[in-house]
């Protein structure tokens, strides 16, 4: 039995089932934006994931304080939204 969808080939052979993937046919600059993006994406959530323990004790400890400048920054370079 052999079934073909858009993202792949699925074959059935015995008992075991396999799956190939084929890459999709990406210019060089969509591949580079697309491992950009990922790399950037990475690192947000890894930096979050650091910051965050360190940012709640600071609130239950009542020492945390916002930083007005790079709030405002942050505000210009997303026009507005935060």
């Known amino acids: ?15 075991y089932d396999s799956v190939e993937l084929k890459t999709a046919h990406y210019s060089q600059d969509q591949r580079f934006s697309l491992e ?20 709640r004790q600071q609130v239950l400890n009542g020492d945390y304080q916002i930083d007005i400048d790079s709030l405002a920054a942050q ?6 939204v935060c």
């Open 1 to 15: 039995m052999q079934m073909e969808s858009v993202e792949g080939q699925y074959r059935s052979s015995g008992q």
């Open 36 to 55: 950009l993006s990922s790399r950037l994406s990475q690192e947000v959530r890894t930096q979050q994931s650091e910051e965050v323990p360190q940012v």
């Open 75 to 80: 505000i210009m370079l997303f026009g507005g």
